[in-house]
Every structure is written in structure tokens, then in C-alpha cells.
Nanobody, 119 residues
């Protein structure tokens, strides 16, 4: 039984910053990767950034240079530092994790947190 708990969403003005946090809790598992997805109204849920167990990162083109993903293995946590936010970043942001349970990999999702960028 695994839960992903998110925090850090909110309303911010264009050019501002937010930091999203997500921690995984539950039974025995090994983190394969963790990342952030977002879904804006009328759009599909798309990957924003991810980080693997080997600390390899990937960002969607629209956030490169503005967002930074990081992790804290001791806390089973992943963070998304979002700078220079734009109105088009407005979306529900979801934490996601690929976790291995005795070699079986499953994907888990957080409940989502609203990020609104508006003046």
C-alpha cells in the first residue's frame, strides 16, 4: 500500500516561483523514478519532469531552464522548483512514481495540486 502526498501548489503571479513537494510512503519498495505531470483544462496529462534512480533528469521543452526537479532519497521525496512561471503553466500538477516491489514495477499517482499563474 503506497501513497504519494503532495504539497506546494497555489496561486502566483507571472514571473513568480513555487516549489512542489511529493513524498512516497508505504510498504517495502525501491524507487525506480519519480516525476511530475500536469493537466490543463482541455488538455491531456503530460510529463513535466522526471528523475530516475540514477539521477538522470528529463524536462519537457516548455519548462527547460525554468523548472528544476530534484530528489531526497532518505525521505522518498521529489521536488519541483518552478521559476519564471507563466500563465500557460497553469494546471493541476500530479506527482507520479515508478516503484519496484520485489522486482515488480508499478506506477502510483498523487492526488494532484492546483497551480495557477495569473495576475
Amino acid at each position: 500500500q503506497v501513497q504519494l502526498v503532495e504539497s506546494g501548489g497555489g496561486l502566483v503571479q507571472p514571473g513568480g516561483s513555487l516549489r512542489l513537494s511529493c513524498s512516497a510512503s508505504g510498504s517495502n519498495f525501491v524507487i525506480v523514478s519519480m516525476g511530475w505531470f500536469r493537466q490543463a483544462p482541455g488538455k491531456q496529462r503530460d510529463l513535466v519532469a522526471r528523475i530516475t534512480s540514477g539521477s538522470i533528469t528529463h524536462y519537457t521543452d516548455s519548462v527547460k531552464g525554468r523548472f528544476t526537479i530534484s530528489r531526497d532519497n532518505a525521505k522518498n521525496a521529489v521536488y519541483l522548483q518552478m521559476n519564471s512561471l507563466k500563465p500557460e503553466d497553469t494546471a493541476v500538477y500530479y506527482c507520479s512514481a515508478e516503484l519496484s516491489h520485489d522486482g515488480v514495477i508499478r506506477r502510483y499517482w498523487g492526488q494532484g495540486t492546483q497551480v495557477t499563474v495569473s495576475s
